[in-house]
C-alpha cells in the first residue's frame, strides 16, 4: 500500500507598518515639489533656448544691416570723384588755336603736400603741372587751374581731349583721372560770312539807291515853275509868229528868216 505523504507548507504572512497620515503628506508634498522643480526646469531650458535663438537672429540682422550700410558707404564714396574738370564743359565749342584757361577741383587739400594735379591735352605728353588755386595755399589742389597756351600745345579744329589726374606719391590707390571732349572750330570760318552779307547789303541799299535817283518823284516847285515856264514859251512862240508872218511872204528874205 503506497502512502503519500503531503508536506503542507505554512506561509507566514509579514506585515509591514502602515505610514502615518503625515508621512503621506510629506511623501505627497516632495513628489509634488520635485514635479514643480522639474517643469520650472524644463520651462527655463525652453525660455533660454528661444532667448538663445532671438539673440543669434538679432545678431545675424545686426551684421546684415551693418554690412549693408557699409556697402552703401564704400559704394557711396566710390562715386565721389577725386578730380573733376569743371570747365570748360563738356561738348563745349572753342575757338581753334586760341589759347585756354581749363579750371577744376580735386578731394585734395592743404595737408596733402604729397598729392597734385597735372593735365595733357590731345595725349600730348608729358603731363604738364596745374597750379593750385585752393585756400590753403600754394599746396592746396581742391581748386585748381591750367593754362593751355602756344608753348605747349593749342585747341586744334574738329575733335579735341582734354584729361586731368590726381595723383599721391604715398597713396598710389588715391591716383585718379578727368577727362572732357571739345570740338575746336575755325574763327575766321564763322566770321567770313559777315563781309559777304554786308557786301549783299550793301549792294542791295547802292541799287535801291540808284532806282530811287533814276526815278526821282516831282516836287511842287518844279510843277510851279513848269507851270510859270508854258505860258512865256506860248507868248513867245506867238510873238515868233506874228513877226515871222510878213517876212516869211517874200521868197528870197522869208528863207533868211525862217520862212518856208
Known sequence: ??????????????KYPLLSSSAMINITSLVFVLTLSLGVMLASIATCEGLLRAFAQDNQTRATSSSSVAASLSGSQSHIPKIKITSPTRDQQLPAGKDLTVYGISIDNATSNDCKVSVIVNKVRPYQPATATGPGGATDYSKWKFDITSKYTTIKQGDNRITSKYECANNPDANSFSSVNLTGISSTGTTAASPSVSSNQTNSSSSSSTSSTSLPAPSSDANQIAKQQQPAANNNGARNSTTASPLANIPVIGKLFGGK
Open 1 to 14: 500500500m503506497v502512502t503519500l505523504s503531503v508536506v503542507i507548507e505554512k506561509h507566514e504572512t509579514v
